[in-house]
C-alpha cells in the first residue's frame, strides 16, 4: 500500500515536471518572433540593403535588392550627368535569423582600396536593413551566430589589425562582439551584461 503510494506520487511529480518543461520550453523570450515565409536561404536573395551614407542626387539612401549570386555593382547618379559606382558583397555563409531580424554581413567597396564590412539587421517583415555597424576595414569574418536561441542579440569575431598598423598587412588580432537592436539601431553589448 505504501509503495502504490509513493508509485502515484512520483508519476505525479514526473507529470508536474514534464508539464513545467513544456510550458517553459513554450514561453521564450521569442514571444514576438516574425515567420518567415520561407527559409533562411531562400529569403536572403529577397533582402534589401541600404548602402551606409550614400545617396543618390535627389538625397535618397541607396537601395540594393541583393539577389542570387550576392554581390554586384551598383551605379546610381550623384549629379545631373555624373554616376558613381559600388561593389557589394552579402556574406550569405553568415547569416543568422534572430526573433525579429535577420543578421548578416555586408562589405562595400566604394572605388578605392578599402573594402568596410558592416554587420547589418534586416527586418523580418520588410526584408530590409534597419541598421549597420561598421567592422572595419578589410576585416575576415570568422563566424556569426545567435547568443541565445530565438533572440535579437548576435556574436559576431573576425580578425583585425592592430592601430596603426598598415592595410597591407594581413588582419591578424582576434575581436569578438555583441550586438543587440535597441531603438532600431545595432548596439554593442558587453558581454558581462549577458552573463
Known amino acids: 500500500m505504501k509503495t502504490q503510494t509513493i508509485l502515484k506520487t512520483y508519476k505525479a511529480l514526473l507529470v508536474f515536471f514534464a508539464a513545467v518543461l513544456i510550458l517553459s520550453c ?5 514571444d514576438d518572433f516574425v515567420k518567415l515565409d520561407a527559409p533562411l536561404k531562400e529569403v536572403l536573395p529577397k533582402i534589401t540593403v541600404i548602402v551606409p551614407g550614400e545617396q543618390d542626387k535627389d538625397g535618397k539612401a541607396l537601395e540594393i535588392i541583393v539577389g542570387e549570386t550576392f554581390k554586384g555593382k551598383a551605379e546610381y547618379l ?71 536561441p530565438r533572440s535579437d542579440t548576435v556574436k559576431i569575431t573576425y580578425k583585425d589589425r592592430e592601430q596603426g598598423t598598415a592595410f597591407t598587412e594581413n588582419p591578424d588580432k582576434d575581436v569578438s562582439k555583441h550586438f543587440h537592436i535597441e531603438q532600431s539601431k545595432l548596439t554593442q553589448v558587453l558581454v558581462e551584461k549577458l552573463e
Open 26 to 30: 513554450n514561453q521564450n523570450p521569442g
Open 78 to 148: 550623384i549629379s545631373e550627368g555624373e554616376t558613381h559606382q559600388l561593389d557589394y558583397s552579402v556574406l550569405n555563409q553568415h547569416a543568422v535569423e534572430g526573433n525579429r531580424y535577420i543578421y548578416t554581413v555586408v562589405s562595400y567597396n566604394l572605388g578605392g582600396s578599402g573594402t568596410f564590412y558592416y554587420l547589418t539587421a534586416i527586418d523580418k517583415s520588410t526584408l530590409k536593413s534597419v541598421s549597420e555597424v561598421l567592422l572595419g576595414d578589410r576585416v575576415q569574418i570568422t563566424s556569426l551566430e545567435l547568443s541565445m
